[in-house]
T-cell receptor, first 114, second 112 residues
Framework: DAGVIQSPRHEVTEMGQEVTLRCKPISGHNSLFWYRQTMMRGLELLIYFNNNVPIDDSGMPEDRFSAKMPNASFSTLKIQPSEPRDSAVYFC????????????FGPGTRLTVL | DQQVKQNSPSLSVQEGRISILNCDYTNSMFDYFLWYKKYPAEGPTFLISISSIKDKNEDGRFTVFLNKSAKHLSLHIVPSQPGDSAVYFCAAKGSGNTPLVFGKGTRLSVIA
Protein backbone atom coordinates (compact mmCIF):
# COMPACT_ATOMS: atom_id res chain seq x y z
CA ASP A 1 0.00 0.00 0.00
CA ALA A 2 1.23 3.50 -0.82
CA GLY A 3 0.21 4.90 2.53
CA VAL A 4 -1.36 8.31 3.01
CA ILE A 5 -0.38 10.65 0.20
CA GLN A 6 -0.16 14.40 0.65
CA SER A 7 0.56 17.11 -1.87
CA PRO A 8 2.34 19.37 -2.20
CA ARG A 9 5.19 18.45 0.15
CA HIS A 10 6.26 22.07 0.37
CA GLU A 11 4.33 25.24 -0.33
CA VAL A 12 5.61 28.79 -0.17
CA THR A 13 3.10 31.53 -0.76
CA GLU A 14 2.53 35.17 -0.04
CA MET A 15 0.18 36.52 2.56
CA GLY A 16 -3.33 36.86 1.22
CA GLN A 17 -3.07 34.04 -1.28
CA GLU A 18 -5.27 30.96 -1.26
CA VAL A 19 -3.60 27.69 -0.32
CA THR A 20 -5.02 24.23 -0.97
CA LEU A 21 -3.51 21.13 0.61
CA ARG A 22 -4.46 17.70 -0.66
CA CYS A 23 -4.69 14.28 0.90
CA LYS A 24 -5.38 10.78 -0.37
CA PRO A 25 -6.08 8.39 2.54
CA ILE A 26 -5.26 4.71 2.59
CA SER A 27 -7.78 2.77 0.57
CA GLY A 28 -10.48 1.26 2.77
CA HIS A 29 -9.97 3.65 5.66
CA ASN A 30 -13.15 5.35 6.83
CA SER A 31 -11.74 8.11 9.01
CA LEU A 32 -9.57 11.02 7.91
CA PHE A 33 -7.88 13.61 10.09
CA TRP A 34 -6.15 16.92 9.42
CA TYR A 35 -3.49 18.06 11.91
CA ARG A 36 -1.22 21.07 12.19
CA GLN A 37 2.18 20.92 13.83
CA THR A 38 3.87 24.01 15.25
CA MET A 39 6.63 24.49 17.79
CA MET A 40 4.32 26.33 20.15
CA ARG A 41 1.27 24.10 20.04
CA GLY A 42 2.62 20.72 18.99
CA LEU A 43 0.30 18.48 17.00
CA GLU A 44 -3.23 19.93 16.89
CA LEU A 45 -6.26 18.24 15.41
CA LEU A 46 -8.02 20.61 13.02
CA ILE A 47 -10.89 18.49 11.73
CA TYR A 48 -11.82 14.87 11.17
CA PHE A 49 -14.20 13.01 8.90
CA ASN A 50 -15.98 9.68 9.24
CA ASN A 51 -17.25 8.18 5.99
CA ASN A 52 -16.62 11.50 4.24
CA VAL A 53 -18.75 13.44 6.74
CA PRO A 54 -17.11 16.13 8.90
CA ILE A 55 -17.59 15.14 12.54
CA ASP A 56 -15.70 17.73 14.53
CA ASP A 57 -14.18 20.92 13.14
CA SER A 58 -13.74 22.66 16.47
CA GLY A 59 -9.98 22.66 15.96
CA MET A 60 -10.17 24.76 12.82
CA PRO A 61 -8.61 28.03 13.94
CA GLU A 62 -10.65 30.50 11.91
CA ASP A 63 -13.17 30.84 9.14
CA ARG A 64 -10.25 31.22 6.77
CA PHE A 65 -9.77 27.46 7.10
CA SER A 66 -12.09 25.01 5.40
CA ALA A 67 -11.89 21.29 4.64
CA LYS A 68 -13.79 19.02 2.32
CA MET A 69 -13.94 15.33 1.60
CA PRO A 70 -15.91 14.88 -1.62
CA ASN A 71 -15.25 11.14 -1.74
CA ALA A 72 -13.54 8.37 0.20
CA SER A 73 -10.23 8.82 -1.57
CA PHE A 74 -9.67 12.56 -1.46
CA SER A 75 -9.72 15.48 0.96
CA THR A 76 -8.62 19.09 0.80
CA LEU A 77 -7.72 21.68 3.40
CA LYS A 78 -8.00 25.24 2.15
CA ILE A 79 -6.74 28.44 3.70
CA GLN A 80 -8.11 31.64 2.24
CA PRO A 81 -6.63 34.16 2.67
CA SER A 82 -3.40 32.80 4.11
CA GLU A 83 -1.44 34.64 6.81
CA PRO A 84 2.17 34.27 8.04
CA ARG A 85 0.95 32.70 11.30
CA ASP A 86 -0.48 29.81 9.27
CA SER A 87 3.08 28.68 8.55
CA ALA A 88 3.34 25.14 9.90
CA VAL A 89 3.49 21.50 8.84
CA TYR A 90 0.08 20.13 8.02
CA PHE A 91 -0.48 16.38 8.33
CA CYS A 92 -3.26 14.23 7.05
CA UNK A 93 -3.92 10.85 8.70
CA UNK A 94 -6.38 8.05 8.12
CA UNK A 95 -7.63 5.05 10.05
CA UNK A 96 -10.11 2.24 9.58
CA UNK A 97 -12.43 4.03 11.96
CA UNK A 98 -12.10 6.69 14.64
CA UNK A 99 -11.98 4.25 17.51
CA UNK A 100 -8.87 2.49 18.69
CA UNK A 101 -7.58 1.81 15.22
CA UNK A 102 -4.11 3.07 14.48
CA UNK A 103 -3.88 6.34 12.61
CA UNK A 104 -1.50 6.38 9.67
CA PHE A 105 0.03 9.72 8.88
CA GLY A 106 1.11 11.18 5.58
CA PRO A 107 4.51 12.85 5.18
CA GLY A 108 3.04 16.31 5.73
CA THR A 109 2.97 19.58 3.80
CA ARG A 110 5.34 22.26 5.01
CA LEU A 111 3.57 25.58 4.45
CA THR A 112 5.41 28.88 4.55
CA VAL A 113 3.41 32.07 4.22
CA LEU A 114 5.58 35.12 3.61
CA ASP B 1 -5.93 23.78 28.21
CA GLN B 2 -3.58 20.93 27.43
CA GLN B 3 -5.10 17.56 28.22
CA VAL B 4 -1.93 15.65 27.34
CA LYS B 5 1.35 17.07 28.57
CA GLN B 6 4.90 16.13 27.75
CA ASN B 7 6.88 18.41 30.03
CA SER B 8 10.32 17.57 28.69
CA PRO B 9 10.88 19.09 25.24
CA SER B 10 14.11 17.16 24.81
CA LEU B 11 16.12 14.28 26.24
CA SER B 12 19.65 13.05 25.56
CA VAL B 13 20.70 9.49 26.35
CA GLN B 14 23.82 7.50 25.66
CA GLU B 15 23.61 4.52 23.36
CA GLY B 16 22.88 1.32 25.27
CA ARG B 17 21.27 3.11 28.21
CA ILE B 18 17.57 3.35 29.03
CA SER B 19 15.47 6.20 27.64
CA ILE B 20 12.43 7.18 29.68
CA LEU B 21 9.89 9.52 28.14
CA ASN B 22 7.08 10.80 30.31
CA CYS B 23 3.54 11.93 29.67
CA ASP B 24 0.80 13.25 31.94
CA TYR B 25 -2.87 13.62 31.18
CA THR B 26 -5.72 15.45 32.86
CA ASN B 27 -8.84 13.90 31.38
CA SER B 28 -9.98 10.95 33.49
CA MET B 29 -12.17 9.78 30.61
CA PHE B 30 -9.14 8.79 28.56
CA ASP B 31 -8.91 5.02 28.36
CA TYR B 32 -6.48 4.35 25.55
CA PHE B 33 -2.97 5.69 25.18
CA LEU B 34 -0.46 5.59 22.36
CA TRP B 35 3.06 6.62 21.53
CA TYR B 36 4.03 7.84 18.08
CA LYS B 37 7.53 8.38 16.77
CA LYS B 38 8.42 11.04 14.22
CA TYR B 39 11.56 11.44 12.13
CA PRO B 40 12.34 14.75 10.37
CA ALA B 41 10.41 15.34 7.14
CA GLU B 42 8.17 12.33 7.83
CA GLY B 43 4.77 11.88 9.42
CA PRO B 44 4.41 10.35 12.89
CA THR B 45 4.30 6.55 12.96
CA PHE B 46 2.58 4.40 15.55
CA LEU B 47 4.94 2.81 18.07
CA ILE B 48 3.04 1.19 20.93
CA SER B 49 -0.26 1.52 22.78
CA ILE B 50 -1.86 0.57 26.07
CA SER B 51 -5.42 0.23 27.24
CA SER B 52 -6.48 1.52 30.65
CA ILE B 53 -7.23 -2.02 31.80
CA LYS B 54 -3.49 -2.71 31.74
CA ASP B 55 -0.56 -1.10 33.49
CA LYS B 56 2.18 -2.36 31.19
CA ASN B 57 2.61 -3.29 27.58
CA GLU B 58 5.87 -4.49 26.09
CA ASP B 59 7.02 -4.78 22.48
CA GLY B 60 10.66 -5.64 22.05
CA ARG B 61 12.82 -2.82 23.33
CA PHE B 62 9.77 -0.63 23.97
CA THR B 63 7.63 -0.77 27.10
CA VAL B 64 4.81 1.55 28.05
CA PHE B 65 3.75 1.88 31.67
CA LEU B 66 0.45 3.37 32.78
CA ASN B 67 -0.29 4.72 36.25
CA LYS B 68 -3.96 5.60 36.20
CA SER B 69 -4.11 7.01 39.71
CA ALA B 70 -1.36 9.46 38.85
CA LYS B 71 -2.65 9.99 35.30
CA HIS B 72 0.83 9.31 34.07
CA LEU B 73 2.37 7.12 31.44
CA SER B 74 5.91 6.54 30.38
CA LEU B 75 7.75 4.96 27.48
CA HIS B 76 10.92 3.02 28.22
CA ILE B 77 13.39 2.17 25.47
CA VAL B 78 16.03 -0.38 26.44
CA PRO B 79 18.67 -0.43 25.14
CA SER B 80 18.58 2.91 23.34
CA GLN B 81 20.02 3.01 19.84
CA PRO B 82 21.05 5.97 17.65
CA GLY B 83 18.19 5.11 15.29
CA ASP B 84 15.77 5.85 18.12
CA SER B 85 16.64 9.54 17.85
CA ALA B 86 13.33 11.16 16.92
CA VAL B 87 10.44 13.15 18.35
CA TYR B 88 8.09 11.03 20.44
CA PHE B 89 4.44 12.03 20.80
CA CYS B 90 2.18 10.77 23.54
CA ALA B 91 -1.51 10.55 22.59
CA ALA B 92 -4.71 9.64 24.42
CA LYS B 93 -8.36 9.09 23.64
CA GLY B 94 -11.61 8.36 25.36
CA SER B 95 -14.06 5.59 24.55
CA GLY B 96 -16.24 5.56 21.50
CA ASN B 97 -15.80 7.56 18.37
CA THR B 98 -13.44 10.20 19.75
CA PRO B 99 -10.18 11.37 18.19
CA LEU B 100 -6.68 11.25 19.61
CA VAL B 101 -5.33 14.13 21.69
CA PHE B 102 -1.58 14.58 21.29
CA GLY B 103 1.08 16.05 23.52
CA LYS B 104 3.65 18.49 22.16
CA GLY B 105 6.34 15.84 21.82
CA THR B 106 9.75 15.09 23.30
CA ARG B 107 12.85 15.10 21.12
CA LEU B 108 15.07 12.14 22.01
CA SER B 109 18.72 12.17 21.02
CA VAL B 110 20.64 8.93 21.46
CA ILE B 111 24.35 9.64 21.47
CA ALA B 112 26.73 6.99 20.20
Amino acid sequence: DAGVIQSPRHEVTEMGQEVTLRCKPISGHNSLFWYRQTMMRGLELLIYFNNNVPIDDSGMPEDRFSAKMPNASFSTLKIQPSEPRDSAVYFCASSLKTGKDTQYFGPGTRLTVL
Amino acid sequence: DQQVKQNSPSLSVQEGRISILNCDYTNSMFDYFLWYKKYPAEGPTFLISISSIKDKNEDGRFTVFLNKSAKHLSLHIVPSQPGDSAVYFCAAKGSGNTPLVFGKGTRLSVIA
